[in-house]
């Protein structure tokens, strides 16, 4: 393409994507730093072990999304306790169902043989066969 007098050559506005963290002395540093919209920034606290991110949503109105993260050393000698699956207390989780479970069970046997007895008291029908000559008719 010929280069045209009339119409000087521009070039395209690059975006700068920040990969590392930026360096800042306390949280009010970081929550003052300017974040265009639509972008995110980390932070790294020289004088604490925390990292931030202030996060701008697309319009310029909204609000800033302010996280703060705690960085802990782990020891990476020491071998990390593994948990077997569905071991992390759901045993006794289970256990409680199946005893509630019985519990019920036992509670409308009880119900059950006290309806029994007075039905065999009264002249009305049972519920049961209530609902059986109905559907006949």
């Given amino acids: 393409m010929a280069y045209n007098q009339y ?8 975006q ?6 930026i360096s800042v002395r306390n949280v009010e540093e970081a929550m ?5 919209p639509g972008n995110s920034v ?15 949503g697309f319009s310029q109105f909204d609000r800033p ?3 703060r993260y705690r960085i ?14 569905h071991e992390c207390g759901c045993k ?15 509670i409308e046997d009880e119900l059950n043989k006290y309806v029994s007895k ?9 519920a049961k066969q209530v609902s059986d000559t109905t559907r006949n008719e």
Avoid at 32 to 36: D, I, K, Q, T
Avoid at 42 to 56: L, S, V
Avoid at 118 to 126: F, M
């Fill in 65 to 67: 999304i302010f996280e």
């Fill in 7 to 14: 119409y000087p050559y521009q070039q395209q506005p690059q």
């Fill in 32 to 36: 003052r730093y300017p974040v265009a």
């Fill in 72 to 85: 802990r050393k782990e020891d990476m000698t020491e071998e990390q306790p593994t948990k077997e699956p």
């Fill in 92 to 106: 006794a989780l289970r256990d409680e169902i199946e005893k509630l479970k019985t519990r019920v069970k036992e």
């Fill in 42 to 56: 980390t932070f790294k606290d020289e004088t604490a072990p925390y990292i931030y991110t202030k996060t701008m």
């Fill in 16 to 21: 700068i994507q920040n990969t590392g963290f």
């Fill in 118 to 126: 007075d039905e065999t008291k009264s002249n009305v029908a049972p």
